[in-house]
Nanobody, 120 residues
Framework: QVQLVESGGGLVQAGGSLSLSCTVS????????MGWYRQAPGMQRELVAT???????NYADSVKGRFTVSRDGAKTTVYLQMNSLKPEDTAVYYC??????????????WGQGTQVTVSS
C-alpha cells in the first residue's frame, strides 16, 4: 500500500512564501511522475507542477516563475517552493505520484491534502 505524507501548508500574506513536501512511505518499483495539484472550494482539481522520470518539469501558466517543483535524488520526496503567493493560490494542495508499486501494479496515488491560505 502506497502512502504519501504531506507537510508545509499554512497561512501567509500575499507576497510571502511557503514550501511543501511530500514523502512516499515505501520503496516503489518505478515512479513515472511526481507532483502537485490543488483544489479550491467548488472548483475542479487542477495541475500545479509535476516532474517526470526524466527530470522534465511542467507548470500551470498561473504559477510559472513563482513556484518551483523538485525531487530528491532517491525520488522518494517531492517539494514545492511557492514564492510571491497570491490570494488566488488559496486551495488544498494534493501530492500525487504515478508509477508502479510492484512490477505489475500500476496506479496514481494521492496525499491527504494540505491547506494553503493566502490573505490579502
Amino acid at each position: 500500500q502506497v502512502q504519501l505524507v504531506e507537510s508545509g501548508g499554512g497561512l501567509v500574506q500575499a507576497g510571502g512564501s511557503l514550501s511543501l513536501s511530500c514523502t512516499v512511505s515505501q520503496t516503489m518499483y518505478a515512479i513515472i511522475a511526481m507532483g502537485w495539484y490543488r483544489q479550491a472550494p467548488g472548483m475542479q482539481r487542477e495541475l500545479v507542477a509535476t516532474v517526470n522520470r526524466g527530470g522534465a518539469t511542467n507548470y500551470a501558466d498561473s504559477v510559472k516563475g513563482r513556484f518551483t517543483v523538485s525531487r530528491d535524488g532517491a525520488k522518494t520526496t517531492v517539494y514545492l517552493q511557492m514564492n510571491s503567493l497570491k490570494p488566488e493560490d488559496t486551495a488544498v494542495y494534493y501530492c500525487n505520484v504515478q508509477g508502479y508499486v510492484t512490477i505489475t501494479e500500476h496506479g496514481s496515488y494521492w496525499g491527504q491534502g494540505t491547506q494553503v491560505t493566502v490573505s490579502s
